[in-house]
């Protein structure tokens, strides 16, 4: 009781400050205090941060989408083995782990910039590897690296636009990072259809060279500056944020009065991860993130050309096809997150990745029956545009929302790390495993798909809360329990 009372202390005397500095402010017209109307506005600065944000999605999607299109040309010119080619592919996920282990301590040490621009020098490095390697061995270092890079990019990202957005427009702005993704991928899948696998290496370090140019100009998330006790800069940057002319008053105060709350009542740690209060929380992040993995993302993405090729469509018209279902597909999740809400959408997601799955499966079961062999191809390829479609308009992006908004800032950092490892170890096992899943029966993997999808569909009506409308502050008190 007395670190509560002395929270609420603190809170009042942070609020006195901010008036002493002129940041509340009352009207006459209204009799009281004005609440903030910075949540109604978007500045060109936000959207601007935002655009440079997604420039690290996109290098994700460039290195997810990478190994497909490369695989021939690889295999034919380094002689790689299936088995070393598998490793080549998973060894992303590992780096990917690696990054996600320390994602969340490198946000807040350095802050969500710095680790954006840490993260983008470690792709760099990893491209260059893969560009001028001559062996397995430099080819699989290249590869880990960019995967380290991009673990931390896979958390960082998300939580920075999350952070600087307004209520109303969070969902679309953090959606945009699935779209970059997409169009990362897809655009990997068009050139390295066209070009040696070596060129679109070469290529892909270009959206990282733009990043780290863009992070000079963009100012770091006010709410990272507040548990800091950086209070002027938090302030200066929220003002730039939501325009030289909007009240910042009372989201300022909310903010600050939230983080010092938090700061009072539990100290920041990963064993608090594991109280009753942080549970549900957590509970809901690793469950999307595992559905997602373990749904089969990376099989249908890593083994595109592959899975097109042994059901005999043409994986370059199949490859084409698919980046352009994503792109459409994940802006119309863009366009609808802030309107229908999280929830319909994964639910919807969900579904029409069950039923790509049971098709594409389907086909491989009469493939393996020598039945209909005339319609299999055109199976095949309905079958993965559904799933990677529908996997674009949720899946694909809402879990990362979900995961930047429900975790107070005095935990995000150890929830977030230990989110983004799971989502990683899952998407290892699946990268893994394909191939020998896929040897071992075709129709059979694509049915195990699924059946998860399905269970992925329980989970999200149970136990998957709508946060639409919502700030960060109130999201994360009805989770944690904690009164604003």
Known sequence: MEEEEEAITRSLLLKQKLDSNHQWSSTSDHGGMQLSESSSTTTSIVVLSTLVAVCGSFTFGSAVGYSSPSESGIEDELGLTLAE?????????????????????????????????????????GWLAIVFSTDVWWLDLGRFLVGCGIGVLSYVVPVYISEITSKNVRGAFTSLSELMIGCGKAL????????????????????????????LFIPESPRWLAKCGRLKEFEAMLQILRGENADISQEAADIIEYIENLRWISEDGALHLFQGKYAYSVMVAVGLMAFQEFGGLNGFSFYTSSIFELAGFSSMIGIIAA????????TLGVLLIDKCGRRPLLMISTAGTCFGCVLTGFSFFLQDLQIGKEVIPILVLIGVLVYLGSFELGMGGIPWIIMSEIFPINIKSSAGSLVTLVNWMCSWVV????NYLFEWSSAGTFFIFAVICGMGIIFINKLIPETKGRTLEEIQASFTHIQQ
């Open 188 to 215: 990997t899948f068009l050139i390295g259809s066209l070009v040696n696998w070596r060129t679109v290496a070469l290529i892909a370090i270009i959206p990282c060279l733009v990043h780290l140019l863009g992070l």
């Open 431 to 434: 990268s893994y495993a394909f």
């Open 85 to 125: 080619y598998s490793i080549f592919g998973s060894i992303l996920t590992i780096g990917g782990m690696l990054g996600a282990i320390f994602s969340g301590k490198i946000a807040d040490f350095i802050g969500r910039k710095g680790a954006m621009g840490v993260s983008e020098i470690f792709c760099i490095l």
């Open 323 to 330: 980046a352009v279902v994503q792109i459409l597909m994940t």
